[in-house]
């Protein structure tokens, strides 16, 4: 059996859990913002596929949205009243656990938000948001990786950890430290990999050594935790998947900065309403949320995570209740560290002239702005390397302040 030096990835049976996927990298303590007596995490969640951000947070005093969502749109009354967060917008009803957040400040909303990305390709809206370039160009690292090599620096755990079918791209690059050492475990048994630790541990030590955390990682993903219950689906994989990365990451040597990726938010037909598919999906998600509130424990109050897509959809819903491709949509942040009680938004409202290409919210707030904003006061990045290194070329792009409490 060969290792190859590539992102550790442990087999599909560990974390590939209906369409979720983890990774993170790995910090020791002092990568606390000691002078501040912070323990910062950060957790990046994409939801590929396209977020129907007015049907999650729906603008319900807009006069044209109820006409354009039509039988999906909701309503703050009626057998599945929306949330009301203002006099103006309305969070789903499947996510009580979002609202509770909100209402206790620790989770708000960026609305008519999108990447720079103006088409409609998922491949390509992906390589956008996950890269942190402006435009696709298909490479090979990602925004959140530039950003942990941007980092003030401080002691680091000397290896990568990923786990999934593959690494996403927002967590992909070169290594960020020094005696990084990632390797690759092609289903490989205990025994065997065992004796692989042992053959390199007087060979390579930095690669036996990551290794080992990479096989002790592979245990708590086939723990209890992470195992798919009978009857599972997809919403009940993605609670599983953030309870495994919360244990993880609530560890005084665990990571301090993870990337999560759930599947299936492609919308076109029977999308659904209060309820439907759309409200299935919404509800994984808040049980996501939860259970990185929950397993946390006292370290959610240093967390901020960031839950993002591609892009969103049509306003007008088509002739199968679902919504197309589209652009303008919602960021969510939720965690103790976050400044929360509020939906922000330049909002551009949904008379036919004022959507964008006559079909879709027109985004009026940069994502970037809100990721810059997010790095530059919960990381203490700086505004010249989140706007060369970390979104390259994106120096008009500024932070947004006021997220982090």
């Not at 942990?148 to 620096?153: F, K, N, Q």
């Amino acid at each position: 059996m060969e290792l190859i030096r590539t992102p550790l990835v442990t087999s599909r049976r560990q974390l590939l859990l209906a369409g979720a996927s983890f990774a993170a990298w790995a910090y020791l303590p002092r990568f606390a913002r000691a002078a501040e007596q912070r323990d910062p995490r950060l957790v990046v969640v994409i939801l590929r596929g396209a977020l129907d951000g007015l049907a999650t947070v729906a603008p319900t005093s807009d006069p044209d949205y109820a006409g354009l969502h039509g039988a999906i749109a909701l309503s703050a009354d009626g057998p599945h009243p929306a949330v009301m967060l203002d006099s103006f917008f309305a969070l789903h009803p499947s996510m009580p656990e979002f609202a509770r957040m909100y209402q206790s400040k620790h989770a708000t909303v960026v609305h008519a938000v999108a990447t720079p990305y103006r088409d409609r390709s998922h491949f390509d809206g992906q390589d956008v948001l996950e890269s942190g370039f402006a435009g696709p160009g298909r490479v090979q690292s990602g925004w959140l990786n530039r950003a942990v090599e941007a980092l003030p620096r401080g002691e680091r755990v000397a290896s990568a950890l990923a786990v999934g079918p593959t690494t996403p791209l927002v967590l992909r690059g070169a290594a960020p430290t020094v005696g990084w050492a990632p390797v690759t475990l092609p289903q490989a048994d205990d025994d065997t990999a065992m004796r692989l630790v042992d053959l390199y541990t007087h060979r390579d030590p930095a690669l036996a050594s990551a290794l080992s955390q990479g096989l002790q990682l592979e245990k708590v993903a086939r723990g209890d935790d992470m195992k798919v219950k009978p009857g599972g689906n997809a919403a009940t994989a993605m609670r599983q998947v953030a309870r495994g990365a919360a244990k993880l990451m609530a560890a005084d040597d665990g990571p301090r900065i993870a990337a999560l990726a759930f599947d299936g938010w492609d919308t076109h037909a029977n999308e659904g309403g209060a309820v439907g598919r759309l409200a299935g999906l919404l509800s994984g998600l808040d049980g996501a949320l939860a259970e990185f509130e929950s397993g946390l424990g006292a370290h959610w109050r240093d967390t901020v995570v960031v839950v993002a897509t591609e892009f969103g959809r049509t306003a007008k819903i088509n002739g199968t209740e679902g919504t197309d491709h589209g652009t303008g949509t919602i960021a969510l942040l939720a965690g103790g560290a976050v400044n929360g009680g509020r939906v922000i938004a330049d909002w551009p409202g949904l008379k036919p002239t004022s959507l964008y290409q006559a079909r879709d919210l027109a985004p009026t707030t940069d994502l970037r702005a809100v990721l810059k904003g997010v790095l530059a006061d919960h990381l203490g990045i700086g505004e010249h390397a989140l706007a060369t290194s970390v979104f390259p070329d994106s120096a008009v792009v500024k932070p947004m302040k006021g997220l982090v409490a």
